[in-house]
């Protein structure tokens, strides 16, 4: 995530007219902005009134931001024009790039050695409460907690006092500058002086005067206690000077009309700044022009106070714009603030500890990442906020895929294991197939495949497979039991007689059977017809019609009243029951309803099998038929009771 580096302006109040002949507060120039302490409010001094040609020094700049330590000063002016910092994201690439940067100039990098510090201190501290979680599950106490030694943490400091000792280092020499300076024009200021007091030798002493006065003013920048005192009295002495110079008249207006020109290219230049579009480049430039007019000489005594009014009006201009584009950015961050809290929270409130099946938790990344490409569209909020808003949003997306990868984990883990259980079935099945032990192996594999059915999913690319070897096992014992003769005359007829029986019963249930159970009775019957082996070839058209005629007679007579019973004996319990089994019964039901679809899934592909097959398998085709029609009957009602139970939670939800 980029980190922003920029300082909102202070409100600013225009400086306070002055008069004309008033020596004002001299404009800070860039240097003088780095000095430790601030520049003391300075009273006007007042101009001998005989004295008109001398101009005083310019007024200052309006009100200024409170000064800051040389290398904050350097590092925010660095901010205003540097693309915003990226941190790297790894820890050991953290240190590397906090390397890089301890050899950087002391005022370019100040700021970004503290944000890169700060990430990796973010990085080490999750480490550590990793570290004491691990050390806590152990069933460790807390206080015995001591963190291991980290040796890149130790580089850390090495890195951060070596960049402290620079830092010293070069706050030492912009003070021994300013020292040297504040000596050469301290001796500059005496020479002047001496030259003033000479009274007799002012005109002869001209030329020597502009040599001090350009000394002076190219003796450097010196600390800010210092620039109004000497300011004041080189402005002081100038004025006196003047005063005593007795130059022709030529002379004098020659130097006006030079400064005038001088100082009408700095009000263009000033005029063209503000209608620059960069805000922080314009002020630079403002400033640059003070310093300039401030080494101008003065011009004619009766439009001095006209043109400095007009520099002074850009100026304010100038500051306002600037100003108003600092809140304008804080305005932008502030809203842009609350908006990304608004996504922390929304995330927040994703619940994903109830997500149970793979489409459940695609939707749930969908709108994760619906939040997430939201975020991407949202600038900066403020710098002492962003960082910590994007590591609460990216905590919860990475709590969030570390959950879908362990559910996936798990499931890919269970399907695996039924896979397992399946082939084992498939062996077991292939051992029997060749079976002559007809009513025996007849139960063992219904019983095998009664296992089957209560085996969940395996994974997809071994479904049809494992399914196929399964079902033609079976297929190969039926085969061979179909086509044994012996006794097949006596088996057939005992069967014709039992599903003849099964019928009676059938009817029986029709006319007098209790509606509470007439379903599970019916599947019971249902049951047995199924295991009763083949009838003769001539009778088997003509009992299946019986069988078809009784079921109808009984669906006719029970089905709708029997569902209807269960589904409001099943509504009473669900109304009854406690609010914290109801996730419980949700998820008994979500099973119940999976392993139906399973069931309904087999035998719409032993359907398919059948349907392919000769003529003589037309029975066993249209009682999977009935068996795949009841199954969609049954879905129909777990459906309606998933839905009750969904009604009540969102109910107790509401309380």
Request: glycine share 2%; charged share 35%; proline share 4%.
């Amino acid at each position: 995530m980029e980190l922003q580096n920029e300082t909102d302006p202070k409100a600013q109040q225009p400086t306070p007219e002055k008069d004309s002949n008033a020596t004002p507060e001299p404009v800070v120039t860039a240097a003088e902005e780095q000095a430790p302490a601030a520049t003391a409010p300075v009273e006007p001094a007042t101009v001998a009134p005989e004295a008109p040609e001398a101009e005083a020094a310019p007024e200052a700049l309006p009100e200024k931001e409170p000064e800051k330590e040389p290398e904050e000063k350097a590092a925010d002016e660095k901010a205003d024009e540097k693309p915003q910092l990226e941190i790297p994201e790894g820890k050991e690439e953290v240190v590397s790039f906090l390397a890089m940067l301890v050899e950087q100039p002391v005022e370019q990098v100040r700021e970004a050695v503290a944000k890169v510090k700060a990430a990796f201190y973010n990085i080490r501290k999750g480490e550590l409460e990793a570290e004491k979680q691990a050390f806590l599950d152990k069933g460790n106490e807390e206080a015995a907690f001591a963190p291991l030694p980290d040796a890149l943490e130790e580089k850390v400091k090495e890195l951060l006092n070596k960049f402290k000792e620079r830092k010293a280092e070069r706050i030492a020499q912009l003070e021994a500058l300013r020292a040297e300076a504040l000596a050469k024009k301290e001796a500059a200021l005496a020479k002047l002086r001496e030259i003033v007091d000479d009274t007799d030798n002012v005109n002869r002493n001209y030329a020597l005067f502009q040599q001090l006065q350009k000394e002076f003013k190219q003796a450097g920048d010196v600390a800010a206690e210092h620039v109004t005192r000497l300011w004041r009295e080189y402005t002081k002495l100038t004025e006196n000077f003047y005063d005593r110079l007795k130059i022709n008249k030529e002379l004098r207006d020659y130097d006006f009309k030079k400064n005038l020109e001088a100082k009408e290219a700095i009000i263009k230049e000033a005029e063209a700044a503000a209608q620059e579009p960069d805000v922080i480049g314009s002020l630079k430039k403002l400033q640059t022009l003070h310093d300039k007019w401030r080494e101008i000489g003065p011009v004619a005594p009766d439009i001095r106070e006209e043109l400095w009014q007009r520099f002074k009006d850009i100026s304010t201009a100038i500051r306002k714009k600037h100003q108003s584009y600092f809140e304008e950015r804080k305005e932008r961050e502030k809203a842009n603030e609350e908006a990304k809290t608004a996504l922390c929270e929304r995330i927040e409130a994703i619940d994903f500890s109830e997500l149970s099946s793979y489409k459940a938790w695609d939707e749930a990344t969908n709108q994760i990442k619906e939040l997430q490409a939201e975020w991407k569209k949202l600038g900066f909020a403020s710098p002492k906020v962003n960082s910590e808003l994007f590591a609460r949003f990216r905590a919860t997306c990475d709590k969030f895929f570390e959950a879908k990868a362990e559910y996936f984990k798990r499931v890919k883990g269970e399907a695996n294991e039924n896979l397992r259980k399946k082939l084992e079935l498939c062996e077991a099945a292939e051992a029997l197939k060749d079976s002559t032990e007809w009513r025996k192996t007849t139960d063992q594999l219904i019983e095998l495949q009664k296992k089957w059915k209560e085996i969940g999913a395996v994974p997809k690319r071994h479904s049809e497979t494992v399914w196929k070897r399964f079902i033609s096992a079976c297929d190969a014992f039926f085969e061979n039991k179909n086509n044994s003769t012996k006794t097949q005359r006596e088996t057939e007829a005992a069967n014709l007689a039992a599903k003849r029986e099964i019928i009676a019963q059938i009817e029986a249930l029709a006319e007098n059977g209790d509606p509470a159970t007439a379903g599970d009775t019916l599947q019971e019957l249902r049951a047995k017809w199924n295991a009763v082996g083949h009838v003769p070839f001539k009778e088997k058209d003509a009992l299946y019609e019986a069988f078809q005629a009784a079921v109808k007679k009984v669906n006719a007579a029970f089905s709708l009243r029997e569902t209807r019973v269960k589904l409001t004996n099943f509504e009473s319990n669900v109304e009854q029951m406690p609010a914290d089994s109801l996730s419980r019964e949700r998820d008994r039901l979500l099973r119940a309803y999976e392993q139906k679809l399973n069931e309904l899934r087999t035998y719409e592909n032993n359907a398919s099998f059948f349907r392919a097959k000769s003529k003589a398998g037309n029975s066993m085709l249209q009682e999977v038929e009935r068996r795949i029609a009841r199954i969609k009957e049954d879905l129909a009602v777990a459906e309606r009771k998933i839905a009750m139970v969904d009604e009540k939670i969102k109910a107790e939800k509401a309380k």
